[in-house]
């Protein structure tokens, strides 16, 4: 299964699967006052670019944030664009390996240099990077941050090439993904984008998948097994989608159709603690 087709896991079995196979990015903690995330307190109101990267810096040696300071500080009179190109280029390659905070502020910079080449494959690339990271990111102010970057430069991409089905699924899916608190109208305006897609190419599997988890977010168990049974018959070894679908069978009572799908899970998978809490789960359920 493609990087670009995982987006979110709906059970702590489904997250743990997801970082496994994928990878998950640690989100910025605060500093700076930015709001701590994953803490007891109350989620800020909003996440500003100017927090992620005073977070980030906050993680710095002193001759790191010495040398950010003098690359953020390098744009000088005369070719001003290519001097900003050469400038993020250089930072977002520091922050991709310098901190494990950094990878937000990495992200950030590829979209600021696809911005400014307006290259559709730098902005595709630099939003499916948001887009990704927005599952198991619980956080409701980051997460919308996350969302913004990705709809603008999936946007920016789709300005390039308006025919492009991937971005548009991925531009559905991060209203979907991305929504604030679940909003019903964005995650159903982000299945409609998707929709287009689907009715045109029925095969398109990428929008049948995220239809399928649209509908896992919007609650309607349904179609989204409707959806994701299909999935699985045309890419057999997509794990995300066996185990949404043990997971929703799980939600609806259907203990046998369940067990049924987790079964079929352990046959994608090698890593014994994954095993352990599907082999749980199935033991739950009989």
């Known amino acids: 299964m493609k990087k670009q087709q995982v987006i979110v896991a709906g059970s702590g079995l489904l997250?743990?699967?997801?970082?496994?196979?994928?990878?998950?990015?640690?989100p910025p903690k605060k500093s700076n006052g930015v709001q701590e995330l994953n803490s007891t307190a109350p989620p800020v109101k909003s996440i500003t670019t100017e927090d992620i990267l005073q977070t980030a810096k906050a993680k710095l040696t002193p001759a790191q944030l010495t040398f950010v300071s003098r690359l953020e500080n390098s744009v000088?009179?005369?070719?001003?664009?290519?001097?900003?190109?050469?400038?993020?280029?250089?930072?977002?390659?520091?922050?991709?390996?310098?901190?494990?905070?950094?990878?937000?502020?990495?992200?950030?910079?590829?979209?600021?240099?696809a911005k400014l080449e307006n290259s559709e494959k730098k902005l595709t690339f630099a939003a499916q990077l948001f887009l990704d990271n927005l599952r198991g990111q619980d956080d409701p102010a980051?997460?919308?941050?996350?969302?913004?970057?990705?709809?603008?430069?999936?946007?920016?991409?789709?300005?390039?090439?308006?025919?492009?089905?991937?971005?548009?699924?991925?531009?559905?899916a991060s209203y979907i993904f991305g929504s604030s608190a679940g909003s019903p109208q964005e995650v159903m305006q982000g299945i409609q984008q998707i929709l287009e897609v689907a009715h045109r190419d029925s095969t398109n599997m990428y929008a049948q998948f995220m239809l399928g988890l649209g509908g896992v977010v919007s609650g309607q168990f349904d179609k989204a097994?409707?959806?994701?049974?299909?999935?699985?018959?045309?890419?057999?070894?997509?794990?995300?989608?066996?185990?949404?679908?043990?997971?929703?069978?799980?939600?609806?009572?259907?203990?046998?159709?369940?067990?049924?799908?987790?079964?079929?899970?352990?046959?994608?998978i090698t890593d014994e603690k994954i095993i352990k809490e599907i082999n749980e789960r199935i033991k739950l359920l009989q």
């Open 15 to 26: 997250l743990l699967v997801v970082i496994y196979f994928f990878g998950q990015t640690t």
């Open 76 to 113: 000088v009179r005369g070719d001003v664009k290519n001097q900003q190109i050469k400038e993020y280029d250089q930072l977002a390659d520091f922050w991709k390996d310098s901190v494990r905070e950094g990878f937000l502020v990495y992200a950030y910079y590829l979209g600021e240099t």
């Open 142 to 172: 980051l997460k919308s941050w996350m969302a913004n970057n990705a709809k603008e430069l999936f946007e920016k991409a789709l300005q390039l090439n308006p025919n492009s089905d991937s971005s548009k699924i991925g531009l559905g």
């Open 225 to 268: 097994i409707e959806r994701l049974t299909k999935v699985v018959q045309h890419q057999p070894n997509n794990i995300e989608a066996i185990l949404t679908l043990a997971d929703i069978n799980e939600k609806k009572g259907n203990k046998t159709e369940a067990i049924k799908w987790y079964e079929e899970g352990k046959k994608q």
